[in-house]
T-cell receptor, first 112, second 109 residues
Framework: EAGVTQFPSHSVIEKGQTVTLRCDPI?????LYWYRRVMGKEIKFLLH????????ESGMPNNRFLAERTGGTYSTLKVQPAELEDSGVYFC??????????FGPGTRLTVT | RKEVEQDPGPFNVPEGATVAFNCTYS??????FFWYRQDCRKEPKLLMS???SGNEDGRFTAQLNRASQYISLLIRDSKLSDSATYLC??????????FGKGTMLLVSP
């Protein structure tokens, strides 16, 4: 069974540009989560989808971040416009039940 | 105060040693507890869940003390392949995972 996949694996963009990250969860997993780790800090929760609905978006840093999950399958996370402090590793995770979350390999975002 | 606190290490131990990591959490409403393992530049992977009664999986033993809001992980007979960062993770029961910064373990020959 394929695991959680994320694309791209790396992205380098300039401040002010737009970047869209994609996550494909494990097939059949209704729960999809986005997390972020900035350098020197712990992994932090961004938001949680149940199917196509946002269950909890309390961790989204500001309105420059927009997450979608149309059709309840893959999800995208768009950052527009990107700022230097957005650099970090963005992880996606999915789960059947709420607790056992399986993580993707992450997208390493560098904003210059 | 951080929600989940861990000693960052690194813990340097020889093969075959026993090593213990501790973690404290601040949210008394936390309901679920985990240890994840993260290899360098890789994703976190669930190592084991932690229960109040304590649980063991091979060389790994996890303990939870709700009164003290303290979680531990014991690794016996360390292997080179155990070298990684161990993340203490808690959940309040609403799916959101709260991570510690991790404790780095280096096992040497």
């Amino acid at each position: 069974e394929a695991g959680v996949t994320q694309f791209p694996s790396h992205s380098v963009i300039e401040k002010g540009q737009t970047v869209t990250l994609r996550c494909d969860p494990i097939s059949g997993h209704d729960n999809l989560y986005w997390y972020r780790r900035v350098m020197g800090k712990e992994i932090k929760f961004l938001l949680h989808f149940v199917k196509e609905s946002k269950q909890d978006e309390s961790g989204m840093p500001n309105n420059r971040f927009l997450a979608e999950r149309t059709g309840g399958t893959y999800s995208t996370l768009k950052v527009q416009p990107a700022e230097l402090e957005d650099s970090g590793v963005y992880f996606c995770a999915s789960s059947l039940q709420s607790y056992e979350q399986y993580f993707g390999p992450g997208t390493r975002l560098t904003v210059t | 105060r951080k929600e989940v606190e861990q000693d960052p290490g690194p813990f340097n131990v020889p093969e075959g040693a026993t090593v213990a990591f501790n973690c404290t959490y601040s949210n008394s409403a936390s309901q679920s507890f985990f240890w994840y393992r993260q290899d360098c530049r890789k994703e976190p992977k669930l190592l084991m869940s932690v229960y109040s009664s304590g649980n063991e999986d091979g060389r790994f033993t996890a303990q939870l003390n709700r009164a003290s809001q303290y979680i531990s992980l014991l690794i016996r007979d360390s292997k080179l392949s155990d070298s990684a960062t161990y993340l203490c993770v808690v959940s309040s029961g609403y799916s959101t995972l709260t991570f510690g910064k991790g404790t780095m373990l280096l096992v040497s020959p």
